[in-house]
């Protein structure tokens, strides 16, 4: 099984630790991971609300390089997985689209290779029957509470799984020996570039995804996105000392816990570095 | 508020109601007012106006009236709206098209977001990649508060979650004729 790479953006810096472990797993599992020659920024939000066709090309020139690899890609980031998914569904449907897109990026994509997204490509294209069967060891029952977010999940037509009860990683728990805990908050937004843009108002939604997973009882949080991993993460101690918070609770790519389950040195994959220590959830179920 | 004329405000904002349903792909008109996009909207608590209210402001035509809102800037783009509207109609592109409509008429209510994303595109269009560091920097500078999440920048750079030079791709160059391309496009087509 092979895939062009696209780490993207965050991937290279604040979401260092997922891609450590993506690679991991990658090879732990036998998928082949072919990076794109000289990607670009997906522009993210801000491409897409500044300029509806620069939303679409910078994605869409990524897409084509990938065409000329012969892959489809594999998109970690669900910012980048969501902006690429938008790109490849507005190319297929729309002639005119393909034909502005390619005047802009220089290069014509047909829409031949398409995204999937990390969560895809380990736990459904290679499998949890095959994932069970190379398991080293077992989460041993660790309580996880699964965070989708918002753009992997959403809009219908290109969210990965279904927009209000994802199962996606709470099959992925259960699989390796944890407890998925129910919680009423997988979906809920953590309010991407407000806590940086506007601290108050995105502080306020980080802090209730991070109440309501306390009040579940959880041991952990995981997470597929870069940057909901930043503001549930390193948000935590922000909100400790300016908003009398009381947070303690470690977060995971899913990736990091996949790779540890499949045999990896938990250092190995980036989880020393963490705002919230990871060290003693690690401890008590045995995984260090 | 004060009272509205709406026979004259219909007519006033006709045509910046007809761009925005043209580059949203959504018909206001096909609201029926439920509410469900407020009801799920995680940013609503902070709006001046909701969605669901931007959406009958539109059907009235005070088309103005929100591309001078903060709501549009506050939008997260999360898609909660658009996941769950009972007409299929996609609230969060009307938000997207809103903003897009601010700007070229120079409305733009939430400096500090515009700004943001003003500055992560200069970043895109110049390196071909964000280059996180400076972008911190650069916002911190232009909304005058230098010292803005400066406290982990130690710790990221010791974590080698910074970087403090860019990742410059090869074809850049590329990358920068297509924002004055997309730009030139769009312009063309309003």
Redesign the interface.
């Known amino acids: 099984m092979k895939y062009a790479y696209y780490p993207g953006?965050s991937l290279?810096?604040?979401g260092?630790e997922y891609n450590m472990s993506t690679l991991a797993v990658a090879k732990k599992l036998n998928v082949e991971l072919e990076e794109i020659p000289?990607?670009?920024?997906c522009?993210?939000?801000?491409?897409?609300?500044?300029?509806?066709?620069?939303g679409l090309?910078?994605p869409a020139?990524n897409l084509a390089i990938a065409e000329k690899q012969g892959l489809d890609v594999m998109a970690p980031c669900a910012s980048c997985y969501n902006r690429m998914k938008t790109a490849e569904v507005a190319v297929k449907s729309s002639p005119e689209i393909r034909a502005?897109v390619a005047?802009?990026?220089?290069m014509d994509y047909a829409g031949n290779s398409g995204v999937k997204s990390a969560l895809e490509v380990f736990l459904k294209e290679v499998g949890l029957e095959k994932i069970k069967a190379s398991l080293v060891r077992n989460l041993g029952g660790m309580k996880v509470a699964a965070y989708y977010?918002?753009?992997l999940?959403?809009?219908?037509g290109i969210?990965m799984d279904d927009?209000?009860d994802p199962m996606t990683m709470d099959d992925m728990i259960t699989a390796l020996g944890g407890e998925a805990v129910q919680w009423p908050f997988k979906?809920?937004?953590c309010?991407?570039?407000?806590p940086?843009?506007?601290?108050k108002?995105g502080l306020?939604?980080v802090n209730d995804i991070l109440q309501m997973a306390d009040i579940s009882g959880v041991d952990a949080i995981v997470t597929a996105c870069p940057l909901c991993f930043v503001n549930l993460d390193?948000r935590q101690?922000d909100l400790n000392k300016k908003a009398g918070g009381n947070f303690n609770i470690p977060i995971f790519y899913f990736t990091e816990l996949l790779a540890i389950a499949l045999g990896e040195k938990p250092g190995k994959v980036g989880v020393k570095?963490h705002?919230v220590s990871t060290a003693q959830v690690l401890d008590k179920y045995n995984l260090k | 508020m004060q009272p509205i004329n709406l026979t004259s405000a219909l007519a006033a904002g006709k045509d910046l109601v007809a761009k925005v349903q043209t580059a949203s792909g959504v018909d206001v008109k096909a609201c029926y007012q439920c509410g469900k996009c407020s009801a799920g909207c995680p940013v609503a608590f902070a709006m001046d106006y909701t969605p669901r209210q931007v959406m009958r402001m539109l059907q009235l035509g005070l088309a103005e009236e929100t591309i001078k809102s903060r709501a549009i800037w506050l939008c997260a783009q999360c898609e909660t709206c658009s996941a769950r509207c009972p007409r299929s109609l996609e609230p969060a592109k009307v938000m997207e098209a809103l903003r897009i409509e601010a700007k070229r008429a120079g409305f733009e209510a939430d400096d500090e977001i515009a700004t943001f994303n003003e500055k992560f595109l200069r970043s895109v269009a110049s390196n071909g990649r964000v280059f996180e560091a400076g972008l911190i920097v650069g916002y911190n500078m232009a909304t005058v508060q230098p010292l803005k999440d400066a406290g982990v920048a130690p710790s990221m750079l010791a974590k080698g979650k910074l970087k403090l030079f860019p990742s410059k791709i090869r074809g850049r160059d590329v990358i920068n004729r297509m924002f004055t391309k997309a730009e030139k496009m769009e312009a063309d087509n309003k």
């Open positions: 953006c290279h810096s604040t260092i000289d990607w670009n920024c522009g993210a939000s801000a491409g897409h609300t500044t300029n509806h066709l620069l090309a910078l020139r502005k005047e802009i990026t220089e977010g918002c753009l999940v959403r809009p219908n969210g927009p209000e979906t809920e937004c309010g991407a570039s407000l940086t843009a506007r601290s108002v306020k939604m390193m101690n570095k705002f």
